[in-house]
């Protein structure tokens, strides 16, 4: 999808809001009705503007009270290094998201912890032995003032 008209940034702009809203609910919000609603959002969907839906939880809700944000160091960036590294971390539930990045840090990642006992034994015994890794940073989050989910769509 080369181009979203301003009925598709609308219906983009009302799932990333709610995404549980009905086919219905939702081609009243953006001034369709429900057929061609269900289309356009059918169509999202194949040409993968629209990847999923989820349920937004509460980690703290479900036991999961600290969040840390890493950064990794690796000891090599030769790409074969760099996608072990990137598929090692999809094994690690606790790593909630990974990003490579440009400069001194080669990786950020996003951690979910029980408590600071858990977090650290899963920095020294998973994270931090993994291969390739030079040094790893951490920052313990202390609170958050702004998670949106998606992209600005106005």
């Known amino acids: ?33 429900a057929p061609p609603c269900l289309r356009r959002m059918r169509a999202l969907e194949e040409a993968g503007v629209i990847r999923g839906y989820h349920a937004e939880v509460d980690p703290a809700k479900l036991g999961f009270a600290i969040t840390v944000f890493a ?3 690796l000891k090599s960036q030769a ?8 598929d090692h971390m999809k094994t690690l539930a606790e ?3 990974c990003h490579m990045l440009n400069g001194e840090i080669d990786f950020i990642l996003k951690i979910v912890s029980r408590d600071l006992q858990s977090f650290q ?8 032995p993994a291969p390739n890794v030079a040094s790893v940073k951490t920052s313990l989050t202390i609170r958050t003032a702004k ?8």
Not at 15 to 28: D, P, S
Not at 121 to 128: D, N
């Open 121 to 128: 034994e899963f920095l020294t015994s998973r994270l931090t």
């Open 147 to 154: 998670q949106l989910p998606g992209v600005p769509l106005d």
């Open 95 to 97: 790593v909630r998201e």
């Open 71 to 73: 950064m990794v160091s």
């Open 1 to 33: 999808m080369d181009t979203l008209d301003k009925i598709d940034r609308r219906l983009l702009a009302e799932l990333q809001a709610e995404g549980r809203v009905t086919n219905v609910e939702l081609a009243k919000r953006v001034g369709l009705t």
């Open 79 to 86: 790409e074969a290094d760099l996608r072990a590294f990137e």
